[in-house]
């Protein structure tokens, strides 16, 4: 995501860093070519404008004018505009004061509303130890029940559903259901049309006043940009809704929607959708984002998505592993389902600084790991832990076992070769140590 944006604002503001001096000649060179990149990137015309007006007013300021690095201090200037545009600070949903809490989902057809609704709880369950039920109030579409139920039954959720086409009924049930089992959420998936018409307006509204919710959320599909933003805009005239979630953003190369959404809307966005799978979901954080967009990764969020998959008993195992030169293939097949655990390959990249624009436009995906988890599973357990074993013959069995080649086998053992020093290195001059003390210290939450 924002590949696009990321690239062009990047080379704009390093243009400007090449310069021993800047004047309000090219601080006005670089302002237009971020200018263009805003709305090459399907930004509203009223905020690209109103952006580019706000960083040129403050770079023309003499403290950057006559900074020592006046570059670094228009990154920092574009950064702080970003983040302000983006929604400033990370605004969580609310939660009832008396449970149970009643999240409404809204949005049209398509957006990946009810996707989404089985990611929410499943993100409530895990990450905020909440008891979810789930409405399904989209009561037009069987398959929407029915995918609905599919979804909850992954994370052992319960779903509350009725054979009649009473979307109002439906919540009003689901409300009473939770009290009386106790459940402290309830997160109510509506149905969605082609378009925002008087109809769809009129059954949320209602769904609205029967229940009363603590959170509207309206989820809308980033993939359709300005589009995006002008059907979020008619939906708060209407419902007022409380923030908004971006789904398919994975697809999405220029960020428009998100960049625009904040201030056209006034309402903030709360989270982003990434993929289908059911731990595809981010809460968002404006200068996190602010610092992807300008290259400059985003380290907090993927050492909390490391920290999700640290255990210290198997890390103090593996440390000693390592010490003793007994780190074998086993152990790296293990690295690798935790690495695929964390997320979307390309979406962890984005988040270490440099390394997305060092990769260019590779393609990374758990595909990725398929030839090498193949030629581990084909490997008997005396080769996956003492490599050195394997001959020409036993290379060319494990090939035609894992659908690779001989010469993929070999590069995979060299390279374990080479990392295993590497590895031992690290564990000697003590940076092992430091980095699982960092993450272990880390503060966590904004």
């Known amino acids: 995501m924002f590949e696009d944006l990321s690239t062009k604002l990047e080379s704009a503001v390093q243009n400007l860093k090449g310069h021993s001096r800047i004047s309000d000649v090219n601080i006005a060179e670089t ?6 990149a805003l709305l090459d990137a399907d930004v509203n015309l009223e905020v690209a404008r109103s952006f580019t007006d706000r960083v040129k007013e403050k770079a023309m300021g003499e403290d950057v004018l006559t900074s020592v690095n006046p570059g670094q201090q228009f990154t920092k200037i574009v950064y702080d505009e970003l983040s302000d545009i983006l929604g400033g600070e990370r605004a969580d949903i609310s939660t009832a004061q008396t449970p149970p809490t009643v999240i409404l989902i809204a949005g049209l057809q398509g957006s990946g509303k009810t996707t989404f609704t089985g990611k929410l709880a499943r993100y409530l369950k895990t990450e905020n130890n909440r008891n979810p039920l789930l409405a399904a109030a989209d009561v037009y579409r069987p398959a929407a029940i029915d995918q609905l139920k599919t979804l909850a039954s992954q994370i052992d959720v319960p779903v509350y559903s009725i054979a009649q086409k009473d979307a109002v009924r439906v919540a009003r049930e689901a409300v009473s259901m939770a009290k009386s089992l106790a459940l402290d959420t309830v997160i109510i998936d509506t149905a969605g049309r082609l378009h925002v018409d008087e109809a769809m307006m009129k059954e949320v509204a209602e769904i609205k006043k029967a229940v009363n919710p603590d959170e509207i959320l309206f989820v809308v599909d980033a993939m359709t940009g300005q589009d995006a933003v002008n059907t979020a805009r008619a939906f708060n005239e209407e419902i007022d809704f409380d923030g908004v979630v971006l789904t398919k953003l994975d697809g999405d190369t220029r960020g428009g929607a998100a960049l625009s959404i904040k201030s056209v809307v006034q309402k903030p966005i709360k989270f982003l959708s990434t993929g289908e799978k059911l731990d595809a979901l981010t809460p968002f954080y404006p200068d996190r984002m602010a610092q992807r967009i300008l290259g400059m990764g985003d380290v907090v969020s993927l050492v909390e998505k490391a920290q999700s998959q640290f255990d210290e008993k198997q890390a103090d195992k ?14 790296f097949y293990d690295q690798i389902q935790k690495i695929k655990k964390m997320g979307n390959l390309t979406d962890l990249v984005g988040m270490i600084p440099g390394a997305a624009s060092a990769l260019d436009e590779a393609e990374l995906d758990e595909d ?11 490997m008997t357990p005396e080769e996956r832990r003492d490599p050195t074993v394997l001959n020409g013959s036993r290379r060319r069995r494990i090939a035609k076992g894992s659908g690779t080649s001989v010469r993929e086998i070999n590069q995979l053992i060299k390279q374990f070769g080479q990392m295993k020093k590497m590895m031992k290195s690290m564990s000697k001059s003590g940076k092992i140590n430091q980095a699982l003390q960092g993450l272990k210290n880390l503060p966590f939450g904004r």
């Open 31 to 36: 302002v237009r070519e971020i200018r263009r």
């Open 318 to 331: 593996l440390k000693k592993k390592i010490r003793s030169e007994k780190f074998d293939l086993e152990d």
């Open 368 to 378: 990725t790991f398929k030839p090498i988890e193949a030629i581990i599973n084909s």
